[in-house]
T-cell receptor, first 113, second 116 residues
């Protein structure tokens, strides 16, 4: 059974720092991995999608890497800003369970001025 | 609209009542998903629809939960005889589907259900 873990559970940093959020999964047989952002009381916003054949994806100050063989992904946030404060979720889409996403419990990020 | 929409945004109901939650997917998206997020917890998969195929109901927690979708349009999630443990945010997502899950899922804002 696929399990997804995110470390750390919470993170509080001053503005301007570069951050690394970690996601690990137990079954390396995945189609893709998706990073989301969730703001309090809101739905999920997709940040980056990495296909199983890819190593990384970049969007602005965000960079996500995928090491499928070791069951790991990292989300790198450069030059963090207070507006980055949110919960970050990673989710994997498996080859056995086909289309549903298996989510981690998230990293709650606070960036203070 | 451009995104996934859900209604109502908030629902407070008494224990034992039935509720219906609605999801409008992005136009042209063939796949639709329902997830549940309890307070302080991760998202749990509930049910998945792909076109006219039989839905994957493997995540529904009990027979009090059911969902319908007509073609590639609106879906409703029904919870009968609600219990307090059903209190959660119910999230709907849609995707283009096909090609072995290559496409990203787009989520609606969710319905916050509170059972008193």
């Amino acid at each position: 059974k696929q399990e997804v873990t995110q470390i750390p559970a919470a993170l509080s940093v001053p503005e301007g720092e570069n951050l690394v959020l970690n996601c690990s999964f137990t079954d390396s047989a995945i189609y893709n991995l998706q990073w989301f952002r969730q703001d309090p009381g809101k739905g999920l916003t997709s940040l980056l999608l990495i296909q199983s054949s890819q190593r990384e994806q970049t969007s602005g100050r965000l960079n996500a890497s995928l090491d499928k063989s070791s069951g790991r992904s990292t989300l790198y946030i450069a030059a963090s800003q207070p507006g980055d404060s949110a919960t970050y979720l990673c989710a994997v889409r498996g080859t056995y369970n086909t289309d549903k996403l298996i989510f981690g419990t998230g990293t709650r990020l606070q960036v203070f001025p | 609209g451009a995104g996934v929409s859900q209604s109502p945004s908030n629902k407070v109901t008494e224990k034992g009542k039935d509720v219906e939650l609605r999801c409008d997917p992005i136009s042209g998206h063939t796949a639709l998903y329902w997830y549940r997020q309890r307070l302080g917890q991760g998202l749990e998969f509930l049910i998945y629809f792909q076109g006219n195929s039989a839905p994957d109901k493997s995540g529904l927690p009990s027979d009090r939960f059911s969902a319908e979708r007509t073609g590639e349009s609106v879906s409703t999630l029904t919870i009968q005889r609600t219990q307090q443990e059903d209190s959660a945010v119910y999230l709907c997502a849609s995707t283009r589907g096909g090609e072995e899950g290559r496409y990203e899922q787009y989520f609606g804002p969710g319905t916050r259900l509170t059972v008193t």
